[in-house]
Structure formats: C-alpha cells, structure tokens
Nanobody
C-alpha cells in the first residue's frame, strides 16, 4: 500500500515562503495524482492543489484553489517519489495542518472527491 510522508512545515512570517514535500515510501507515486489539503483550527479541511499523475496520455490537469492561485505551485520529482508544494507570499490565513493524499486522477472535483491514501500532516504557521 502507498504510504505518504509530509515534511517541510514550520513557522514563517507573512510574505515568506515554504516548500512542503510529500514523499512516498514506495516507487509508485508517479502513477497517482496527489492532492494537497489543509485544515485550520476549528475549520473544515479544504483542498489547496492537485497535481495530475505522470501518465503522458492523461487529459487530466493540475488544479489550485482560488485562494492560492498565483502564490502556490505544485510539482513532482518522480526519481525521488516526491511531490512538492511551493508556497510563496504566505498569509496568516494559510496557517493550518497540510496533508497530501493520493488518487488516480485530479478531475474537476479534485477538492471533494475521495482520496485513497493520506499522509500524517505537517504544520504550517504564518505569523509575525
């Protein structure tokens, strides 16, 4: 079974940057789309981004929540079995526990569809 481990969280000032990593313990992450989600205290979990799988024939697309478009970028390094979430111009409202999760594809309902595997989460705190 695919196991995911997030890392890279921490405390950063508003306007700063962080890069989160989602690493699979098996060399199969390339076959999965990977979603990033976050949950702030007292709030529901929300979708942040989704990166399509590495199938060259797929018509799937990467996706971003409106709140992070232009600030966050998702990418993958298949040689390292890792997906990254580069977060720039961070705001206090970006604070939360960030999770990655795997699914066969992103699709138009990427933020609401079920995901097969979840990591344990990494805390991101944006505060001065």
């Amino acid at each position: 079974q695919l196991q995911l481990v997030e890392s890279g969280g921490g405390l950063v000032q508003p306007g700063g940057s962080l890069r989160l990593s989602c690493t699979a313990l098996e060399p199969t992450l390339r076959y999965y789309a990977v979603g990033w989600f976050r949950q702030a205290p007292g709030k529901e979990r929300e979708g942040v981004s989704c990166i399509r799988n590495s199938d060259a024939t797929s018509v799937d697309n990467d996706a971003y929540a409106d709140s992070v478009k232009g600030r966050f970028t998702v990418s993958r390094d298949n040689a390292l079995n890792t997906v990254y979430l580069q977060m720039n111009r961070l705001k206090p409202q970006d604070t939360g526990v960030y999770y990655c999760a795997a699914a066969p594809y992103c699709g138009s309902s990427w933020a609401r569809r079920p995901y097969d595997r979840w990591g344990q989460g990494t805390q991101v705190t944006v505060s001065s």
